[in-house]
């Protein structure tokens, strides 16, 4: 029999011994043994912190995102052998789909955070802080790669897309990763894993995996490491509560498996666009990944007079569901990931039909298409009623991990929000209305408990994501039950990796650690003018100190003329009593144009073209006779790759545009966006 590996400080391993062998979900036939006894996690760890770590941190994230997307063109260009391993598990191509291109869309969308960072290893957070009268004390914020390892265990339904959409994050924040995937699907995880490390694109102790149980791999994290964990509740704060994340404070973000509703709106009854919508989404959430999935639909709420119409109208869908082998024609359901889970699945079922009514499927008299019903893992799917939620519980504490979902009726919102909040926390919610009233009212006095909402209706179905799919610039998380934790999230999942400090001192200072023009900081005269420098040359805080001008009633005339602006403060004096002009005031737009005639280097040269204003501010009124001049400084540089061999090699500066009057007071003030060749052309 094949041995699944392991791969950790730069080698592919087999474990001692043989802890667990996978097996096909379809047919029961073995794929491949497993172990990870005898590993040093110990030396594990450390070869994380002290090989990987050093080489992510001398990337800047403009180059660790360049890194992630160019994984992501590799792996794309190979998925046909992910999804033909993938049925193993028992995915259908619509559900490999979500796990194999799913995950590597997370490594796409990551990678275009980087325009959202700084070109510097590390990040500069919020607004500067004044700290002192006289200006010469300020304080910022830095955020810094944490220096350990990100150790993530995860599930057993996503075997790639629960790897890529982690290690995504960790390494554009700078820090390596070890995976830690389930032994019951990790052949899936491995494979990719092999296709990953044979690129070369990561830098070596960029990510390791331990394939087999996993046994002590906490043992040795410390106060530098992250810890994520996705799986059941039960599992995850047994880990959170291991002394040795206790005494070392390692950060445990607790993704666990919840009890989502969904909600059928009082307005959408049957012959409604949104009727259909709630009972066709809700079919897919139980059945795709045979329900495996954390986001996965448990409640199903209906208002009262509506339950008949739902239960007869799901069950119809249901019935359309046909089990069995993915790679079968017609196939809409796959098994479950494996026989351990049919005999979960089962318990929980069994628990739950104590308390409810079964009105949908049969746990034992099914059919199946192609596959083994004996040796695979095939379970049917259950819808249960139950028309006393108040009073009949365990479907508020009771999850079984596959198609199993629960109806039940509300009278009113009141009720419809007591329900879903009986599942003390989930990750995901949904409310199908077309009244946007209800739905503010359902999502404002739900918020509190679910860590997303979708609000469906027929405006926006042929776009939506659905009930069940975390989005990688969302959160993913939820309070309670759902484990109080948050992944992902654009830019705040890169923060999570990162250590957040304060720092202090003179804005010279602060201007050369962030790399960030800070003003009262050193502005040296830009020689040449800045506009004939190459991006290279720049530097941060050269400054050009432009000519003056004396606005005219001439200039606020004109330029009501060339825009069309004649609002009343600009054109019309004898309007200003109980303004807070003293007399006609030059428009704010004006100054900015006015700016750009100040500080601008008319002639061709390294500048190719100016092309957004960020944080525009009009401070105090300019009227007529008001001396302007302009401080333009260099303000922050960011590399711009090459999107092919005949771009012009380019980056981006930002320059604060600082306008003051004959008192030295700033009238407007402005970020402006410039796009300026470079040197060197390779």
């Known amino acids: 029999m094949r041995k699944i590996e392991n791969y950790v400080q730069g080698s592919w391993i087999t474990g001692d011994g043989e802890e667990l062998v996978a097996y096909n979900a379809i047919n029961g036939d073995e794929i491949g043994a497993l172990s990870s006894a005898g590993l040093d996690y110990n030396a594990i760890l450390t070869y994380g912190r002290e090989v990987g770590g050093p080489a992510l941190r001398k990337m800047t994230f403009q180059e660790r995102g360049l890194m992630l997307k160019a994984l992501a063109l590799h792996l794309m260009g190979r998925k046909d052998k992910f999804y033909e391993l993938s049925a193993a598990t028992g995915a259908t191509r619509t559900d490999s789909w979500i796990d194999i291109e799913g995950g590597i869309g997370n490594l796409f969308a990551n990678a275009s955070l980087r325009r959202q960072f700084p070109d510097l290893p590390y990040a500069v957070e919020g607004e500067t802080v004044p700290l002192s009268k006289g200006g010469s004390f300020i304080g910022h914020h830095i955020l810094v790669p944490k220096r350990g390892v990100a150790v993530h265990i995860n599930a057993f339904n996503f075997p790639i897309w629960g790897m890529l959409e982690k290690v995504a994050v960790n390494l554009l924040a700078g820090i390596p990763a070890v995976v830690k995937p389930s032994e019951y699907t990790s052949y899936l995880t491995e494979l990719m894993l092999k296709e990953i490390i044979d690129s070369g694109i990561l830098p070596d102790g960029s990510i390791q995996m331990v394939s087999g149980l996993g046994r002590g791999i906490l043992d040795y994290v410390t106060s530098e490491d992250v810890i994520t964990f996705t799986g059941s509740a039960h599992t995850g704060k047994k880990l959170k509560a ?224 659905g009930h069940g799919s975390p989005l990688p610039l969302l959160s993913h998380g939820g309070p309670g039950r759902a484990g109080g934790g948050e992944e992902m999230g654009g830019v705040r999942g890169v923060k999570h990796y990162m250590q957040r400090t304060a720092i202090q001192g003179h804005p010279e200072t602060i201007t050369r650690i962030t790399e960030q023009f800070q003003v009262g900081a050193d502005q040296p005269e830009a020689n040449p003018h800045v506009f004939r420098q190459h991006f290279e040359e720049l530097r941060v805080g050269d400054t050009v100190f432009t000519h003056k001008h004396t606005v005219t009633d001439a200039d606020i005339v004109n330029f009501a003329n060339v825009s069309g602006d004649n609002f009343y403060a600009h054109m019309d004096a004898t309007s200003l009593e109980g303004t807070i002009f003293e007399q006609r005031v030059a428009h704010g737009y004006f100054l900015l144009s006015k700016a750009a005639g100040l500080f601008v280097d008319p002639k061709k040269g390294p500048v190719l073209l100016n092309y957004g204003v960020e944080q525009a501010r009009f401070t105090k009124p300019v009227y007529p006779g008001a001396t302007l001049g302009v401080r333009f400084t260099v303000k922050e540089k960011i590399e711009q790759e090459k999107r092919d061999e005949d771009d012009i090699a380019k980056g981006i500066v930002k320059f604060l545009v600082d306008m003051y009057d004959e008192e030295g007071e700033t009238v407007a003030i402005a970020t402006i966006l410039t796009m300026v060749k470079k040197i060197d052309q390779s």
């Open 242 to 465: 291991l002394p040795n994340i206790l005494e070392n404070s390692v950060p445990f973000n607790l993704e666990a498996d919840s009890l989502n509703a969904t909600m059928l709106g009082e307005d959408s009854g049957p012959g409604t666009a949104e009727f259909d919508l709630f009972v066709k989404s809700t079919r897919a959430e139980i059945t795709v990944k045979a329900g495996q999935k954390c986001t996965a639909i448990r409640r199903i709420l209906v208002p009262e007079k509506y339950m008949e119409d739902v239960q007869i109208a799901l069950g119809k869908q249901l019935a359309k569901t046909t089990i069995g082998d993915p790679s079968v024609e017609g196939v809409r359901m796959g098994p479950l990931a494996s026989r351990t889970q049919v005999d979960r699945v089962r318990e929980n079922v069994e628990l739950l039909m104590k308390e409810q009514e079964v009105v949908y499927g049969d746990m034992d008299n099914f059919d199946i298409v192609g596959g083994d019903k004996e040796k695979g893992a095939f379970f049917s799917p259950i819808l249960f009623r139950n028309d006393a939620p108040f009073e009949k519980t365990r479907v508020h504490e009771i999850e079984a991990f596959g198609p199993v979902s629960t109806l039940m009726p509300y009278k009113d919102m009141d009720e419809a929000v007591r329900i879903a909040e009986m599942g003390k926390g989930s990750l995901v919610t949904s409310i199908t209305t077309a009244n946007d009233e209800l739905a503010k009212e359902f999502v404002l006095n739900t918020a509190h408990m679910h860590g997303r909402i979708l609000v469906l209706n027929e405006r926006c179905a042929k776009e939506s994501t």
